[in-house]
């Protein structure tokens, strides 16, 4: 759903401009009426979190619960999805790095949605072929980041076509009025595109379908709050709990604004061709000062820094060694170029395996069944 | 997708209104731009059916080319589809008949969707469930109509998933304004009812999906040819051939007027009670005198009877037969108290033995495999 909602609402978000303005969450957290994250009562819970600790998730809906659901042994769910226009890119990691670090820590199952029709009705995709390779190959790619077969199901709206058996059941309970408000929708979308919405609350409400009431848990971008307040609108009336959400931060892109395959030079994919992963790292933006003599003087702005995000959020194994780079960085006794260079190699290296893994792959092991 | 339509155009058209005044065909092939059957190339070949003969063929579309088609031998298909609103009643035996005959005379695969979607958006059953039991009761009638089933695949929609896939592949050509256009939906309508005429496209067009582009007939109650419209709107555009439809008048009710379940007493349901029959059957309408004396002075009208209709369309071997009643019937040598009975036994020897086969139909042999 990513990509049709990034599209009607890119420029009233406009997350973190291609200048490098900084996106203002705050305004965005009141625009859509969510909790910041500060304001959790479980504060004691989400401590544990890395991805909290780093800053990374910024508002919720209905968290407390769900950690409430967790330390009372009750069943809980996570859904996480992405459409099939292309091969993953790191902005995509983000959603998927907390779900697995959630599933590690509470053993939690996890659907993975992957939506073919959405990039075919968006016309971001030829035909339906293209959509079934893609989704494939994203497949093969999210089980690779780690997940644990036992605990997660993927499927492909392409494969499981069952999801629209759901999405009929709740189209009952929307307009058309409450999409095209939402979307942004006019007479002139395809049927296929107005739908769709439908199809979203359905893969977040699809394990409680399967598996009876429950609460389900979806980490997604804050921008893609409307889909979580569609599904949460209808859920009881079929007698469903309402989902929670958690809303986290944009990784950007190599040349700053929002990771994004639309635009050019802005993602790095999973699938990239080693060869090319140099040249595109040396690309990324810095914080840096504009040259090596006042840099060692000022020191560098880490928190403008993509170079410090991406070491920091894809690769640092603790929070420490965040901190001990930013501290140096501040103090003048780090380059950008030499900071480039780990991140290339870090880059290099985990592509080389994550590609090799996502080759030896099983994807049937993950696949949810009809 | 008959009784989406009918709904929002029964002011429009009004077939046969419940006093018994006779629907303009006439002004209906003008209104929806389609061939009356009169004008057809191929007079010699219609000849031979007896649908035809019998004057329940009234326009068309394409039919000229459907028949060449079979003539050199060429690969066709007939679609004829239902909604699982309940049980399938008289009404609904008159396309499945010429779908027969044409079976019998050409050996033409005939492919019969059953859409519970379309009962539950359009909120004609209470839920999914009532639908799918719908649907498997009708599936099993349509096959015990004396189908081939090498020759014939019933597809249940909440069971052959897959036509979502055909439906988003078709979707991206058409525009909500079409969609609203033509069933004057509103945007209060749910989204599930607005896909659906998607879903009726792709069932039409889902022979030449599966087998590659060829002709198919879709035979239909007049008022459906916008459906046809739709589908043929959009074959060629993925490289499908434009449908050709036949377009079938309405049987009455047993107290005038279209038969339609959603009307007290209008149906005799292929499911009916047998000891309800003769009662219902008692009650149908007839074009006799309003005294013995007077029918055996000036004759019935035959051509308003009901039960004349029904003797005729269900149950006449041949036109001798039927001609032969009516003749009668004009001289003043048949009652109509006397014709009642006639009919009450057919229905009663009929729907005795019909049940019967309904509940030893093997239908796993008539089902379109995923």
Redesign the interface.
């Known amino acids: 759903m990513k990509e049709i909602f990034i599209q009607e609402k890119e420029k009233r978000i406009s997350p973190f401009d291609v200048d490098g303005e900084e996106i203002d969450y705050e305004k965005l957290i009141k625009e859509f009426g969510v909790e910041p994250i500060e304001n959790l009562k479980n504060k004691k819970e989400i401590e544990n979190i890395d991805f909290y600790k780093r800053g990374r998730i910024i508002s919720h809906r209905d968290f407390d619960k769900f950690l409430d659901a967790i330390k009372s042994g009750k069943k809980v769910s996570i859904v996480s999805g992405l459409n099939a226009s292309g091969s993953m890119h790191f902005g995509h990691r983000g959603a998927f790095d907390l779900c697995l670090e959630l599933q590690k820590k509470y053993k939690i199952p996890v659907f993975i949605p992957i939506s073919d029709?959405e990039a075919?009705?968006c016309?971001k995709i030829k035909?339906?072929e293209e959509g079934l390779k893609n989704a494939e190959l994203i497949a093969k790619q999210v089980a690779a980041l780690g997940f644990d077969p036992k605990l997660t199901k993927i499927f492909i709206h392409?494969k499981y076509?069952?999801?629209?058996?759901l999405?009929?059941?709740l189209?009952?309970?929307?307009?058309?009025?409450t999409?095209?408000a939402i979307y942004g929708?006019?007479?002139?979308?395809?049927?296929?595109?107005?739908?769709y919405?439908?199809i979203q609350a359905a893969d977040i409400l699809l394990p409680q379908e399967l598996y009876g009431p429950h609460l389900t848990l979806v980490p997604v971008a804050i921008d893609q709050d409307p889909h979580i307040r569609l599904a949460r609108d209808i859920a009881e009336k079929f007698g469903y709990v309402k989902p929670a959400a958690l809303h986290i931060k944009f990784l950007h892109g190599l040349r700053g604004g929002k990771m994004s395959k639309s635009r050019e030079g802005s993602a790095l994919f999973l699938n990239e061709d080693l060869l090319k992963v140099k040249k595109l790292c040396m690309n990324t933006l810095t914080g840096g000062q504009e040259t090596i003599e006042l840099q060692r003087k000022f020191g560098g702005k880490p928190n403008l820094c993509i170079v410090h995000e991406y070491l920091s959020c894809l690769f640092d194994d603790n929070l420490e060694i965040t901190k001990e780079r930013e501290k140096l960085c501040l103090e003048g006794k780090i380059l950008c170029g030499d900071d480039k260079k780990v991140l290339c190699e870090k880059f290099l290296k985990y592509l080389k395996e994550f590609q090799e893994k996502v080759k030896n792959i099983k994807i049937e092991e993950f696949l949810l069944k009809e």
Chains 1, 2 share one sequence.
Request: glycine share 2%.
């Open positions: 029709d075919y009705v016309k035909n339906q392409q076509t069952k999801i629209y058996n999405a009929i059941k189209s009952t309970k929307y307009t058309l009025s999409i095209k929708f006019k007479d002139e979308t395809n049927p296929g595109l107005m739908f919405p439908v």
